[in-house]
T-cell receptor, first 112, second 114 residues
Framework: DAMVIQNPRYQVTQFGKPVTLSCSQTLNHNVMYWYQQKSSQAPKLLFHYYDKDFNNEADTPDNFQSRRPNTSFCFLDIRSPGLGDAAMYLC???????????FGDGTRLSIL | GESVGLHLPTLSVQEGDNSIINCAYSNSASDYFIWYKQESGKGPQFIIDIRSNMDKRQGQRVTVLLNKTVKHLSLQIAATQPGDSAVYFCAETGLGTSYGKLTFGQGTILTVHP
């Protein structure tokens, strides 16, 4: 059974139109991460939550925001998607720092 | 800056052979290492991990070796099967890294021929 669930699996949006990607977990893990992965590249960390504590990577564009309303759910908001934001977006969780991260199967975002 | 890199971007093997995927890291403070397998259209899947107080760890058909002296990590897959075809990433995190932030290597594409 999937433990980190991402919806939708595929998302198409228009240039500049806000989009929200969602992630839920059944593991009750403290930490949730959002990664961006472009073709033939490694995942790149955008930000993460330790419980309700939000931590943004220094090079994450302001266009990307996140919300974590409770332990189980985390959202990635892209306020004004550009063509360069087309990518796979991966959510991951870990029980704590220094523990394995478990990934969902991602949302493939396309920008028209 | 700190980085984790792989020596070989592609590896082709015959079914039944053993595979070895290598990874170099530069952060001497790294103390926890993970190997992930990523199949097309899916998220990275945890394979095996190792902490810096060990130099070898075995799982089912997989072995991870850690050489801290030369900052080198390897993943050995025994009796490689077509289902092992995927991209393999090493990742590391270090003592004091914010919330276990992982640094990923570039990835190795493993292709297993029947």
């Amino acid at each position: 059974d999937a433990m980190v669930i991402q919806n939708p699996r595929y998302q198409v949006t228009q240039f500049g139109k806000p989009v929200t990607l969602s992630c839920s977990q059944t593991l009750n893990h403290n930490v949730m991460y959002w990664y961006q992965q472009k073709s033939s590249q490694a995942p790149k960390l955008l930000f993460h939550y330790y419980d309700k504590d939000f931590n943004n990577e220094a090079d994450t564009p302001d266009n990307f925001q996140s919300r974590r309303p409770n332990t189980s759910f985390c959202f990635l908001d892209i306020r004004s998607p550009g063509l360069g934001d087309a990518a796979m977006y991966l959510c991951a969780t870990s029980r704590d720092a220094g523990q394995p991260q478990h990934f969902g199967d991602g949302t493939r975002l396309s920008i028209l | 800056g700190e980085s984790v890199g792989l020596h070989l971007p592609t590896l082709s093997v015959q079914e039944g052979d053993n595979s070895i995927i290598n990874c170099a890291y530069s952060n001497s403070a790294s103390d926890y290492f993970i190997w992930y397998k990523q199949e097309s259209g899916k998220g990275p899947q945890f394979i095996i991990d190792i902490r810096s107080n060990m130099d070898k760890r075995q799982g089912q058909r997989v072995t991870v070796l850690l050489n801290k002296t030369v900052k080198h990590l390897s993943l050995q897959i025994a009796a490689t099967q077509p289902g092992d075809s995927a991209v393999y990433f090493c990742a590391e995190t270090g003592l004091g890294t914010s919330y276990g932030k992982l640094t990923f290597g570039q990835g190795t594409i493993l292709t297993v021929h029947p």
